[in-house]
């Protein structure tokens, strides 16, 4: 496996604890935290599968919401006027 060297920053109290941990189970600093790193991938991964979720609901909710399509380009910078002539004609005023 081709493995890759990366620089953190860490404060002092978060050093001593990972060199304390390291210390008492006898491992090399660097397999505490790739045992760390792998731990919250895994626990992270559960959220990425809520986003699929995420994704299929907002696909169900925009095929619920209204939407306009008149083929005008610049709706965009008209819509008071367009909103306003909607309700106008909605509410005969």
């Known amino acids: 496996m081709k493995t890759k060297i990366y620089?953190?920053?860490m404060s002092q109290e978060v050093r001593r604890d990972l060199e304390r941990v390291?210390?008492?189970r006898k491992v090399k600093v660097s397999q505490v935290i790739h045992t760390a790193l792998r731990e919250w991938l895994a626990q992270n991964q559960k959220d990425i599968?809520?986003?699929k979720?995420?994704?299929r609901l907002h696909a169900i909710a925009a095929r619920l919401i209204g939407t306009i399509h008149s083929g005008k380009r610049d709706n965009s910078t008209r819509v008071r006027e367009i909103v306003q002539a909607?309700?106008?004609e909605k509410h005969g005023r």
């Open 86 to 88: 909607h309700l106008a």
């Open 49 to 51: 599968s809520n986003d």
């Open 22 to 24: 390291a210390r008492s």
């Open 7 to 9: 620089s953190l920053r």
């Open 53 to 55: 979720e995420q994704r």
